[in-house]
């Protein structure tokens, strides 16, 4: 009896080592509209006082296939952010940053953006052409979003 109590707690154990852990589960359906390269509109999407006018058409977002991406000034030549996303499906996104290099668009740094945060994302679409959402919520709920639209 305890031969088979003790292999059964091993499976268990396996399985639950096993199962546990490793990367992310990413929607491969939302990753594949996700690739290639985008272009971030003016302003941010909320209307907030003043910050609303805040120019963020600087940005362009290239996703590359391999699970990586890059955020940058395309402007200035300044890096942004890059690392890892992983969409999940729901509009969640992970994102896992390199620290070195870390300067993520103003609003979302002024409202505590770190190296490894999710932001929110959601696809929609304006006279053809395709558009992605992407929107950095802070602890108190507060939202900034960057509109990009669909360079190629």
């Not at 362009?60 to 942004?80: H, K, S, Y």
């Not at 103003?106 to 994302?121: A, C, F, H, R």
Request: overall charge negative; aromatic content about 14%.
């Amino acid at each position: 009896m305890k031969r088979y109590f003790t292999l059964t707690l091993l499976v268990l154990c396996f399985v639950f080592l096993t199962g546990c852990g490793g990367e992310p589960t990413v929607d491969k359906e939302d990753y594949n509209r996700l690739l290639g390269y985008w272009e971030c509109q003016d302003t941010i999407l909320e209307e907030r006082g003043n910050e609303s006018a805040l120019y963020v058409g600087c940005y362009g977002l290239r996703i590359f296939d391999d699970g990586t991406f890059t955020l940058v000034d395309v402007e200035a030549g300044n890096p942004g952010i890059a690392g890892w996303m992983y969409p999940d499906g729901g509009g969640n996104m992970p994102l896992k940053c390199d620290e070195g290099d870390f300067d993520p668009p103003y609003l979302w740094m002024e409202m505590g953006m770190k190296t490894d945060s999710d932001v929110k994302y959601s696809f929609h679409e304006e006279e053809g052409t395709e558009q992605l959402y992407l929107s950095y919520v802070d602890s108190k709920d507060t939202v900034a979003t960057l509109v990009f639209d669909r360079a190629e």
